[in-house]
């Protein structure tokens, strides 16, 4: 159904008029919810697979974090306007105490529609609020609302359940056409809505006015804004004990009926509830001695006003019936949809990250590819797409690539080096780096500098663990990946080809998810809001010979290998070798891998050592050594991405220990954008269960050239 056909663009239309053009041309309805505690942040998830299209959360404290995976938060509702001008619709979540202010704010930005869900704001408060809403125009809903939903356009604002059932033009095409039940009890509305759907009888919308003693919007507020609505073929109002709207709207019909031209009818609630006996809502109470709020005084006037009154579900739907004499769908189609609602099964709790997808054989890095990732960009474009979700233009590379590079320049943390452990060397390193310490992390592109910032401090790390620094050192005026050249070799001159191989082997391992030992070290380490550093180092330490060591061991394989076959047949030589390690019980590094038959970084490393001019006799025997050992195993057990990078650092002629101290490197891009995923979108001290997260980021794309 169109956009501009349904009954809340009829009424953001009613309101803001120059707003609605810009919906009409966007073809969507945004809505911000304000106030982000535990119902908030659920019924935003709620109302986002109903189909509301939530812009923004507010959540004083809480701006440049995420809600659910994606949403930007912001502190007030002025900063959210700056970036989302066209916001239409706000839910407000906050405690009595903090609604009022809230409130208005919300109010007196422009927001044309407010919807406040929070119940028993002090009347004072309330008093303040409507005065605001009055003065700006501005249709309030509430306090103490299950909210609204519009079942046509498949927009809710609020905790109204997917009862509801619009019209049906078509199979699973739905129309405006129906009845509007506005109603003062939310569990009431719901049993309304159960007997008409029951009838084959639309709703079009559904409107909880509140059951506080007051607020907004009240039944003379809005029974004749929605008959102005051409879709709307009748109305029902729920009415209560207490208070005298009903009273109030049955003496404004007989005074103008010309206001009413629609059919309406009434039900009532609280026939036997004795006086001064609050029954379920503020609002519901007899207040003794009083003419009015009775049972008796509203049901006589309705029938005074002509307007036909029911306090049963058949009844109601005997009266809807009689006065619009259709269907609007097949009673069919509604039975279907609740028994699909009640017998599914509990949804299975998830939590979202959208960094990289792992499945069988293909890795995606925000929806590229990484096999494309590896062939075309360098180290710190890829840690900017991990962390940023896209890759940086030229001003912002060149801006990240010189912090790097200055950082690797300042002098490491003086500690006690070993080669034996260089997890816990670099991650101390880490930790006592008090430049690393004060480096911010806020502002434009913050997460992203800090983590360019520390692959520089992490370069000169291990160009210390190597007795490098003074070949670090001579790069003063030279990019980035001179520096990273220098720090991983050690090397004094430069070779742009063994450079472009180890970033390359960098970017094959910056991430593989949030599975790995290294990642889930991170993430939970994050979720108690440990600093960057602590967290960092956290991951780092989970990077041992069990995880992330395997390389380190590849290459002496290949090496061995290698040495063997100097006097004949290559292969035969391989052979042997796999032979002495089934003997002596030996695991081959570098082969299988828990998700991947192929690993997806494998033939790209190969092509690209081949076209480096790195690959000799160890890459060589990489490509044959699956074969190899399924004819001496009987097992089929492909080589993964640690062997081949162990094959090129053994043709690079680099030290074993590289391969590892590459993995720690190049992982440390992904973890550092696991921490700030977390940071930002999940909630602190939260229950992790990594077999629930699911990839929610952008589907397939390529990188263009």
Same mark, same amino acid.
């Given at each position: ?21 810009? @919906? %009409? ?27 509301? *299209? ?18 930007? /938060? ?18 407000? +979540? ?37 005065? =605001?809403?009055? %003065? ?45 039940? $506005? =109603? ?24 909880? @006015? ?31 004990? #207490? ?9 404004? $019909? ?23 006996? *609050? ?10 001695? %009083? ?27 005997? /009266? ?21 609602? +009640? ?20 890795? !995606? ?19 900017? !797409? ?10 912002? !590379? &060149? ?79 030279? &990019? ?41 070290? *991170? $993430? ?24 992330? #060591? ?55 490393? +190969? ?14 025997? =990489? ?15 492909? @080589? ?66």
């Amino acid at each position: 159904m169109e956009i501009d056909k349904g009954m809340l663009y009829y009424l953001i239309k009613k309101i803001r008029p120059e707003l609605a053009h810009k @919906i %009409k041309e966007n073809k969507k309805i945004e809505t911000v919810v304000v106030g982000l505690g535990r119902q908030g942040t659920r019924h935003a998830e709620l109302m986002r697979e109903y189909g509301t *299209t939530i812009t923004a959360g507010i959540a004083p404290g809480r701006g440049g974090t995420k809600l659910l995976e994606t949403i930007p /938060v912001y502190n007030n509702i002025e900063e959210c306007l700056a970036e989302h001008p066209d916001i239409a619709a706000a839910s407000i +979540w906050r405690h009595y105490s903090m609604a009022k202010n809230a409130t208005i704010e919300v109010i007196e930005s422009g927001i044309p529609i407010v919807v406040l869900i929070t119940e028993g704001i002090p009347i004072k408060d309330m008093q303040s609020i409507i005065t =605001s809403a009055r %003065k700006n125009n501005t249709l309030l809903i509430g306090g103490n609302t299950p909210g609204i939903i519009f079942p046509p356009e498949r927009i809710k604002i609020g905790m109204l359940p997917d009862i509801f059932y619009p019209e049906e033009t078509a199979k699973n095409e739905f129309g405006p056409k129906g009845v509007t039940i $506005i =109603s003062r009890s939310g569990a009431i509305l719901y049993h309304m809505s159960d007997a008409l759907a029951s009838a084959g009888i639309a709703q079009n919308a559904v409107i909880g @006015i509140g059951g506080d003693a007051i607020i907004g919007s009240t039944f003379l507020d809005l029974v004749p804004l929605v008959m102005e609505y051409e879709h709307t073929d009748l109305v029902v109002i729920a009415g209560e004990i #207490g208070g005298c709207q009903e009273e109030i709207l049955a003496d404004d $019909i007989k005074k103008h009926p010309e206001k009413y031209p629609k059919p309406l009818v009434a039900v009532l609630s609280g026939a036997h509830a004795p006086e001064g006996k *609050t029954m379920g809502h503020a609002g519901a109470i007899i207040a003794p001695g %009083k003419a009015y709020g009775t049972f008796e005084a509203k049901k006589k006037a309705f029938e005074e006003a002509g307007i036909p009154v029911v306090n049963s579900q058949y009844d109601l739907i005997d /009266v809807v019936k009689s006065k619009i004499g259709k269907k609007y769908f097949e009673v069919e189609r509604y039975y279907e949809k609740m028994k699909k609602i +009640w017998e599914s099964p509990p949804k299975k709790p998830t939590w979202g990250t959208l960094i990289t997808k792992v499945s069988p054989n293909e890795l !995606l890095v925000r929806g590229y590819p990484l096999p494309e990732i590896i062939a075309n960009k360098n180290f710190l474009e890829t840690a900017y !797409l991990l962390i940023e979700g896209e890759f940086p233009d030229k001003q912002t !590379l &060149s801006e990240i690539e010189k912090i790097a590079h200055d950082a690797s320049l300042i002098p490491a943390p003086r500690i006690m080096h070993t080669t034996q452990d260089i997890s816990k060397t670099l991650a101390t390193s880490l930790l006592l780096d008090s430049y690393l310490a004060n480096f911010p992390q806020d502002g434009k592109h913050g997460h992203v500098k800090k983590t360019a910032f520390c692959l520089g401090r992490m370069a000169r790390y291990i160009a210390s663990l190597l007795n490098a620094e003074d070949a670090l050192d001579k790069v003063k005026d030279d &990019s980035f990946s001179h520096a990273l050249y220098h720090a991983l070799t050690g090397e004094k001159g430069f070779d742009e080809k063994h450079s472009r191989m180890l970033e390359a082997m960098l970017v094959a391992c910056a991430d593989h998810g949030v599975t790995p030992p290294s990642a889930q070290a *991170t $993430i939970i380490a994050a979720s108690t809001r440990a600093s960057y550093e602590v967290a960092i180092a956290n991951g780092i330490c989970a990077i041992t010979d069990v995880h992330g #060591g395997a390389g380190a061991k590849a290459v002496k394989f290949f090496k061995e290998c290698v040495m063997k076959g100097k006097e004949g047949d290559v292969a035969h030589a391989v052979r042997n070798v796999i032979r002495e390690y089934m003997l002596k019980g030996k695991r081959i590094e570098g082969m299988g891998h828990r998700i991947h038959t192929k690993d997806p970084r494998r033939d790209v490393l +190969w092509e690209l050592a081949s076209k480096m001019g790195v690959a000799d006799q160890h890459v060589r025997i =990489s490509k044959m050594v699956s074969e190899i050992f399924k004819e001496v195993r009987g097992i089929n057990l492909p @080589i993964n991405v640690d062997g081949v990078i162990g094959a090129i650092i053994a043709d690079m002629g680099l030290e074993p220990i590289m391969a590892k101290a590459i993995f720690i490197y190049g992982r440390v891009a992904g973890l550092s954008a696991h921490y700030f995923e977390e940071i930002t979108t999940q909630p602190p001290m939260r229950r992790i269960n990594f077999a629930d997260a699911v990839y929610k980021g952008k589907e397939l794309r390529h990188i263009i050239l």
